[in-house]
């Protein structure tokens, strides 16, 4: 005689299916860097809109209308991605079924506008770094090199988080455990 005489109460006994670890690692990483991210968007635009930096560089920004715009259009943008991060990150934490979507939405988005900032600093800030990269001042010169270098690795580091997003969120565990099949 089976302990349960009724077949259909052993998934309860059983409990929910357990949640993938890359879930978890995924939703914990996830809400990290949304904070990180609202933080540092906040600070950056504040100190975009206000206009005050004195080095070389952040006056040479001020000037040029299409990276202002870009600036402030691009931390309004990511911090709005930010916000569908942190709310994906939480509800994947639950296996919210919407979680999933939303997180596969933010890697697609995310990756996006990490291209799109790319090519405009390939076409617009570099153009701007070449003065100080060619000046005579030693700060001026290492500084310039540095941003050359730190913002394209960057952006390609950045763009890692949401590539695995991408990977994982797709396997079919992963959607079986959100609810979804296929």
Avoid: H
Wanted: charged content about 10%; glycine content about 10%.
């Amino acid at each position: 005689m089976p302990d349960n005489p009724i077949p259909y109460a052993r998934q309860y006994e059983m409990g929910p299916p357990p949640r993938p670890l890359s879930i978890s690692v995924l939703a914990i990483i996830g809400i990290i860097l949304a904070a990180i991210t609202l933080l540092g968007g906040v600070c950056g635009l504040l100190s975009q809109l206000s206009g005050s930096a004195a080095d070389p560089f952040s006056q040479a920004m001020q000037q040029s209308a299409i990276l202002k715009m870009w600036t402030v259009a691009g931390s309004v943008v990511g911090m709005l991605l930010a916000i569908v991060l942190l709310v994906g990150a939480i509800g994947a934490l639950v296996l919210r079924p919407w979680a999933r979507r939303a997180l596969v939405f933010y890697a697609a988005a995310e990756i996006l506008l990490q291209a799109v900032g790319l090519v405009i600093f390939l076409t617009v800030t570099l153009p701007l770094l070449r003065p100080l990269m060619e000046s005579t001042d030693s700060a001026a010169r290492f500084g310039g090199a540095g941003i050359a270098i730190a913002a394209p690795l960057g952006t390609i580091l950045w763009m890692i988080y949401p590539i695995f997003v991408l990977i994982f969120m797709r396997k079919p565990p992963v959607k079986l455990a959100f609810g979804e099949v296929g």
